[in-house]
């Protein structure tokens, strides 16, 4: 696939210090404009940014549907503001253990699931996300139930994020460092393995590559992004409620990969920023990210999946381009 | 022994609604390989409108609660396939179930526009007591609850019947099996699967009139209720109407003896485990085939 930014070291840092300086621009140019309060709500969707780069991989890149993913980023959230507000633990290593502990989680859950075909791997992983919705909500003395768990503010390496330009600027970091690491992950030898696995499974599997093993890679790498977006929207928000980890979001997530593009990297996570903060734009859509997720999904789904578009139809074909028709993508394993 | 009676009926409640939910999803399986998850909107809207077309509680009032829900599910469900469904490229049934969950978040949205934010109850069937007691009065349930009883095994009855012995049935079963060759034998396939369409969401919409007066019914309550129904199909038999009977029974057992002699408030967790058991051991048939 041709990029506009080649696929090398010097590109993936580009792409990443784009992404994070597009992102702290956010601060000043919602203030200039006069609809400041959005640069938090970018904040907040630049956290769950990180998770669809995990998604990104998982739909995008392996062609499985994981609609569960939000369970992940619960896991993370929670996990860092138990190990940092009731263990004791200073940031950093009650980051690195809930993330650790979302890597861990996701690998359990590939290791069961990935011998599923595409369908039921989906309902499964719904399955998960149901279930841990109930788990957060049941366990009160631990999560805070439906009133969620406070969170001191917190200094990761003596960044003070008591202001929403601090918290621009220091997702800003991390959301660019994923963009940059991520892309150079899915472009590389690991990624056009996943490629292939994702393209066509059966043909992946004669040509040696472990496919099984190749999934459970691929959602551990997604389950630990997702984890590490949880640590940051617990950081940010100081406090974690279940109403982030609900079913809708995995499916917000989706539907940021769908309209960015799967496997594109940049295209889910300017998507996903849009479609959290829209709402926040547009007054008919306040209150309504549901009504404007389903109208995208569906719209997505019945436009974008005609090949070739009227575009396409009515440019003629560049002589010796194979791309002129796109031949129809296989679904899952 | 008190308390084991009371999970027992509770249970068997509780899994006739995900039973009568399941059936729905059968219907529209058989007859064409997808899984419609706007099923469970279906049944949000159907409790809905039973609370307040029925809300007088008369007979009459009720019996036009459970017509309108029905009509109104299998209007928006034949509307599902016809647009949406119709028009998608490639309507592998994942892509379906991607799309359909799309619509169920358009129809979250138009029901709470259109019937607010609070939880609502229908009046219960007129025509039988609140509770009755069973078992030498050691234990109760409610009358409701034996209208649905009644009313899930009537329907998967008529519904098997349906499959196995009228022509149309077995042409849903046809094209069902293989939509290609059906049509090459002169069945009329994308009239049988709307059929099969309308009758899931009319069977969903009169899940929701009866649920709605033991569970209620709220904008957003459908999603769950709609994967339980699911979880229900896919746990007894996605391929035959009974199965759901079974899945649903199964389902609201496990929900109602792990909540009484475990620890309460864990049902979701209880369900769902239920459906990643199922999903990882279930033996490989026609849905495996099909996806």
Known sequence: MKRWIPDSPLGHVTVGVAVAGALVLTGPVTSAVGVGHVAGVAATAACLAIAVLGMDLILGVADQFHLGQAAFVAIGAYGFAILRQDAGLTTVPAAVLAILAAGIAGLAMAWVFFRLGALLFAVGTLAVGAIALNVIGQLRSVTGGADGKALQPVAPLGFQLSTTTAELVFVAIVLGLCVMLTRAYATGARGRLLHAVGRDPVMASSLGIDVRLAKVEVTVVASLLAGLSGVCLAAISRIVAPGVFSIETSIVFVVAVVLGRPGSIVGPVLALVLLETIPELVDFFAGRLDLLVGLLLVSVLLVGGRQPSLVQRLLPPRSGSSEAVPRPRQEGA | ?291
């Open chain 2, 1 to 291: 022994m008190e308390t084991f009676l009371s999970a027992l009926l509770s249970g068997l409640q509780t899994g006739s609604i995900y039973g009568l939910i399941g059936l729905s999803y059968v219907v529209v399986f058989r007859a064409s390989g997808y899984l419609v998850l706007t099923q469970g909107e279906m049944v949000m809207l159907g409790g809905l409108i039973a609370a307040t077309v029925g809300a007088s509680g008369t007979f009459s009032a009720f019996l036009l609660a459970a017509a309108v829900s029905a009509v109104v599910g299998a209007a928006l469900t034949v509307a599902v396939y016809a647009g949406p469904v119709r028009w998608l490229p490639n309507p592998s049934p994942l892509r379906v179930i991607i799309m359909t969950f799309g619509l169920a978040l358009v129809l979250h949205a138009v029901a709470r526009a259109l019937f607010g934010t609070v939880l609502q109850f229908a009046p219960s069937a007129p025509f039988v007591p609140n509770t009755v007691s069973v078992v030498f009065d050691r234990a109760t349930i409610r009358g409701q609850g034996l209208v649905i009883v009644a009313v899930l095994v009537a329907g998967a009855a008529l519904l098997s019947a349906w499959f196995r012995t009228t022509r149309f049935g077995r042409a849903a079963r046809a094209t069902g099996d293989d939509p290609a060759t059906a049509a090459t034998m002169g069945i009329p396939t994308r009239l049988v699967i709307g059929v099969a369409f309308g009758i899931g969401g009319a069977v969903a919409g009169v899940a929701g009139a009866l649920a709605a007066p033991l569970t209620g019914a709220v904008w957003n309550g459908g999603t769950f209720l709609g994967l339980k129904g699911l979880v229900a199909a896919l746990a007894g038999d996605v391929e035959q109407p009974w199965g759901p009977v079974a899945g649903g029974l199964v389902l609201g057992l496990a929900e109602q003896f792990a909540s009484v002699y475990w620890v309460p408030g864990w049902n979701d967790a209880v369900a769902f485990g239920v459906l990643v058991l199922v999903v990882l051991f279930r033996v490989p048939g026609p849905l495996e085939a099909r996806t």
